[in-house]
């Protein structure tokens, strides 16, 4: 069953614009874990950020900023002050429980930013 | 940089050919996972190895067998390659102890079937 879901396949924003990337997660456990990846027309696949189910405060990394929502198992993902070079497939992702779980990927989003 | 190399990076082969991906990390980790990318369905786990000679399954590993014979190396294996196993696959480490424990990836392998 599928238990990352993105439902935007694809975004558009203004360059120096703000955009939210949604996530929402299926979940039985108590404890997980919620990460963001980066994928540029390069195909490299580069970590952005990181949410634990346990952690109180809303993740943060430079522009990007995580919107854990928990009672409605959201993990929105926020990128402030867009730049061109933020145009790419973004995944959401959840590990569940701790140890050697597998980590589950959603379908993905593709953001364009225009200029 | 996590160091980890996938070799081939491209590769066209023909329907019912064995094919070989071969994943190298030079840091001696002991996590290591491969995961297909396919339009739709993001990453998914096919086979994953928590330390030589230990592997156990994923999500979608029909089709693929994987051996893991010293640490820093873990090969998938596509015994008799099918057009549905054309997609980018890609090789990821997980650093043990660290308390985010997200996955570092290698650059991918494109595989075509015909």
């Known amino acids: 069953a599928q238990k990352i879901t993105q439902t935007q396949p694809g975004m558009f924003v203004q360059e120096k614009e703000a955009v939210t990337l949604d996530c929402t997660y299926d979940?039985?456990?108590?404890?997980?874990?919620l990460f963001w990846y980066k994928q540029p027309s390069s195909g490299e696949m580069i970590f952005l950020i990181y949410?634990?189910?346990?952690?109180?405060q809303n993740a943060t990394e430079g522009r990007y900023s995580l919107n854990f929502q928990k009672a409605r198992k959201s993990a929105n993902l926020v990128i402030s002050a867009s730049q061109l070079g933020d145009s790419a497939m973004y995944f959401c992702a959840m590990r569940e429980g701790s140890g050697n779980n597998d980590m589950r990927f959603g379908a993905g989003t593709r953001l364009t930013v225009k200029p | 940089d996590a160091g980890i190399t996938q070799s081939p990076r491209h590769k066209v082969t023909e329907t019912g050919t064995p094919v070989t991906l071969r994943c190298h990390q030079t840091?001696?980790?002991?996590?290591m996972y491969w995961y297909r990318q396919d339009p739709g369905h993001g990453l998914r786990l096919i086979h994953y190895?928590?330390?030589?000679?230990?592997?156990d399954k994923g999500e979608v590993s029909d089709g693929y067998s994987v051996s893991r014979s010293k640490t820093e190396d873990f090969l998938l294996t596509l015994e008799s390659a099918t057009s549905s196993q054309t997609s980018v696959y890609f090789c990821a480490i997980r650093k043990a102890g660290a308390r985010t424990g997200e996955l570092f990836f290698g650059e991918g392998s494109r595989l075509t079937v015909l």
């Open positions: 840091e001696n980790h002991r996590y």
């Open positions: 979940t039985s456990d108590q404890s997980y874990g």
């Open positions: 949410q634990g189910s346990y952690d109180e």
């Open positions: 190895s928590y330390g030589v000679k230990d592997t």
